[in-house]
């Protein structure tokens, strides 16, 4: 019987030290999409829940990876041009990483928030009331990697411009059926409950293969 009572203590103590390594092991990781969490919450008032999170596209680096390529490929021919090129995509690449870690743009179940731009940062909030459109523009760049800029038109000729969203669609597709749900159409209400299951199922499975890595 004392054999039985102590092996789930043991077992117990052995999950807390698992867990303490793992919250040793990660505290040196600076996680931008935590730090990102966490001004959220911040910027979120009472009552206020999220519905929709856009995702930002890895292919925000394309630019810069393409100039670090050319100035490699340069360095076996034209050295000096080589190194010009280094430090311009060198400095390409930080912009990227930045833009990255402050580009927002969220949809709650009072407005759309968006945080964008970088040497002049924009904090923008419009009430779900006062949107009159979301309109997608994509280039032939966006096309190919599977991107989009979202463009939010408010009323008083506000318009808000998001950059490399890789889950543009389901912005437009959100609208769409907010617009119909208020005219009283009780599918379009049913779709945005899948769009916010779809966005949720999305954050976990996303929280699972971080706690994986």
Known sequence: MSEDKGTPAKASHKQVQAKQKMSKKNTGKRDISSDQEMELQNMLVKGEEIILRAQIHKALYWKS??????????????????????????????????????????VTNKRVLARYGLLQMDIVDIRLSKIESIDLERMLPGHIFGYASVVVAGTGQRIIRVPYISNAEVFRRFYNEMALAEEGNADAEEEIEKIKDEAESAKDQKAMHKNKI
């Open 65 to 106: 990876v393409a100039v670090i390529l050319l100035a490699i490929l340069l360095f076996f021919y034209v050295p000096p041009l080589s190194m010009i090129a280094g430090v311009v995509g060198a400095l390409m690449l930080c912009v990227a990483i930045l833009t990255q870690h402050y580009i927002l743009l969220v």
